[in-house]
């Protein structure tokens, strides 16, 4: 059995982009969009609609529509898509208070310029932060802990300005 090396070069001579798409399924888009557009201050990039029959015949949503905004760090095809979409449904779980509490992606990092603008945004929005934030990282990042709407933790890198 070959681990390792030799696998990793076949496995990464196949991508045809470097970036990861990330679908997330929100309870209620308008929200989402406020966190992420108004308060982290991610842009709005483009949308697309699932059709019935397109979700149906893939396996995505079992016949049900949905229209899919993107959003990303910045205007650039090199920037990672990140997928909202709202399918009208209630969470069946509770919303995770620390990222131990469910399995599956319960965070992202966001390395940012300046933290400062950031926490005046969210602050403006009453979004809670987590923990002791700003936490000193080293001297020159500090690291900042939140949740969106629908309880994915957010952690922000970077100088406080």
């Known amino acids: 059995m070959v681990l390792g090396g030799a696998l990793s070069a076949l496995g990464q001579s196949n991508f045809a982009s470097k970036t990861i798409g990330v679908g997330v399924v929100v309870a209620d888009l308008e929200r989402s969009l406020d966190f992420y557009v108004n308060g982290i201050g991610m842009v709005k990039t483009g949308s697309f609609t699932i059709n019935e029959e397109f979700g149906k015949r893939s396996g995505l949503t079992n016949g049900v529509a949905t229209n899919v905004t993107i959003l990303k760090l910045e205007n650039s095809p090199e920037a990672t898509d990140w ?3 709202s399918l009208g449904s209630k969470p069946a779980h509770p919303k ?3 990222i131990q509490d469910d399995t599956g992606m319960q965070y992202i990092t966001i390395q940012v310029k300046a933290l400062q603008p950031i926490i005046d945004r969210l602050m ?3 979004v809670p932060f987590l923990g002791s934030t700003p936490t000193p990282l080293n001297a020159k990042a500090h690291f900042v802990f939140v949740q969106d709407p629908d309880g ?3 952690e922000l890198i ?3 300005q």
């Open 158 to 160: 970077g100088p406080l």
């Open 152 to 154: 994915t933790f957010i």
């Open 124 to 126: 403006k929005l009453k």
């Open 96 to 98: 995770p208070k620390h």
């Open 83 to 85: 997928k909202l979409m």
